[in-house]
């Protein structure tokens, strides 16, 4: 009991402020909500780090479900572009017609453009619809054309390749030619046998015709850099810096012409007679 | 001694109610200044007698602090850091005291022990009061950079006032 005393006596200062700091912690804690908040949870503030954390982490986990949504927003994205095209040109009560192109989206498998006759394979196939003489796009521009398909593969001619012949315009003028490639650079490409009475500017934008079944019309190809008549014939030879790096596509859209099979034998038919 | 409560009492009185009255309606919107708070009343509990119990300068403290905690809505932060700063006190006391001594019955004003004794006492102990209301105001250490802020820049402006209440008024007791 003594040394009790003895010890109040000398520490009493200490206690009482003890006390009174524990007094004051005890309002604090009951009586203000953000203390009380912080208090009843004092590692929130971690915790909250920690979730931020692993949400990163799922975020990264995920993020092949998040690319193929994405892909598949865009083939939703480029569907509706190719529908605008023609969208002024189709008679309403038939505007059916307007679906007639779907979009598929495919990462690539492999991919060479340092070749003379360069190609693509994409990493999807005939299940997923993909048949030769589809049209391939990238989000630059378009690629190539689908030649052959097995079930999970599809093997692509770049634009890059000595037979690829596209049919191409030159945008809001009347020029119209053929898209080949010279072997040489990766990044240009030539617009043959444009009519030389067609005028065509330097900086003019290249796009699908849509004279084929490969293509809608109005996707983009390039940009004319030069047109030169060629000596001794009646046409332009139209140098065309590609939009698409042949390089760097990850990416690829196919384009399903559901009309293709109909345009093609009609066609047939003309030829046969 | 009698003389010594009145003074510690109007004391109270006043510096409480300017704290409330007037300092406590002005804020900032600009970023920096947002933080700003002036607190003045520490001065009520710096400027107790010297001599005074230390039992009682805490139980004073508290009083005060809670007084503030009322009419600042926040039962308990500005009696823990006024307690603090009761406790404190004497150990800045003793380690600050001239070589003549302290008079018995007195408090420590600017008056009697000097602009630049004054200046260092209410330095220290207005920073730390200031330091330890807002580590309790933030109730964490996460937000440590939030607490120096608030705590640097409310300390300018509540050291000036009260160093300009000290040329003014000039209080002896």
């Known amino acids: 009991m003594y040394s009790l005393l003895q010890l109040v006596t000398r520490f009493g200062v200490h206690i009482v402020f003890l006390i009174l700091q524990i007094v004051c912690f005890y309002f604090i804690v009951s009586y203000n909500k953000n203390q009380k908040e912080i208090f009843i949870n004092s590692s929130n503030v971690y915790v909250g ?5 692993t949400a990163e982490i799922r975020d990264f986990v995920n993020i092949g479900v998040i690319n193929d949504s994405l892909k598949r927003e865009n083939a939703t994205l480029i569907e509706n572009l190719i529908r605008i095209e023609y969208l002024n040109e189709i008679v309403p009560e038939y505007s059916d017609s307007l679906l007639r192109y779907r979009v598929i989206a495919s990462s690539v ?25 589809m049209g391939v796009l990238s989000a630059s521009g378009i690629v190539g054309i689908v030649r052959n398909t097995s079930p999970h593969f599809a093997h692509v001619i770049s634009l890059l390749h000595s037979q690829t012949r596209i049919s191409c315009a030159v945008k809001s003028r009347n020029a119209y030619g053929s898209l080949v490639w010279d072997g040489k650079d990766p990044r240009y490409m030539t617009l043959e046998s444009v009519p ?12 699908t015709s849509g004279y084929s079944t490969v293509f809608p019309k109005g996707l983009l190809v390039g940009r004319v850099i030069d047109s030169k ?18 390089g760097n596509i990850k990416y690829a859209y196919v384009i399903q012409n559901f009309l293709a099979d109909e345009q093609n034998n009609l066609e047939k038919e003309i030829k046969n007679e | 001694m009698n003389k010594l409560l009145t003074a510690n009492f109007w004391r109270f009185g006043i510096v409480l109610s300017l704290q409330l009255m007037l300092l406590k309606q002005i ?28 039992t009682l300068s805490l139980l004073l403290a508290f009083i005060i602090g809670i007084s503030m905690d009322m009419f600042y809505d926040s039962p308990g932060v500005h009696a823990a850091a006024a307690v603090t700063t009761g406790y404190l006190r ?16 007195e408090s420590p004003t600017m008056e009697k022990l000097g602009f630049r004794w004054y200046a260092v006492y209410l330095a220290v102990l207005l920073f730390i009061h200031l ?25 300018i402006p509540s050291y000036l006032i009260i160093i300009l209440g000290m040329f003014l008024f000039k209080p002896n007791n």
């Open chain 2, 90 to 105: 004497p150990f800045l006391l003793a380690w600050m005291e001239p070589y003549e001594g302290y008079n018995v019955r």
């Open chain 1, 196 to 207: 030389k009475f067609e005028s065509v500017a330097i900086g003019d934008t290249v796009e």
């Open chain 2, 27 to 54: 804020s900032f919107d600009q970023s920096i200044l947002s933080y700003m708070q002036f607190l003045i009343y520490p001065v009520i509990i710096l400027m107790l007698p010297i001599k005074l119990d230390r």
């Open chain 1, 229 to 246: 008549p060629k000596p001794g014939s009646n046409n332009y030879d139209i140098k065309v810096k590609l939009f698409s790096t042949p």
């Open chain 1, 49 to 53: 780090k920690i979730n931020a954390f």
């Open chain 1, 109 to 133: 498998c492999n991919n060479t453009f340092h070749q003379k006759n360069n190609h693509i394979t994409l990493c999807k196939g005939s299940l997923e619809g993909i048949r030769s003489g």
């Open chain 2, 131 to 155: 330091l330890f209301y807002f580590s309790i105001e933030a109730f964490s250490f996460v937000f440590i950079g939030d607490i120096m802020s608030n705590t640097i820049i409310s300390f």
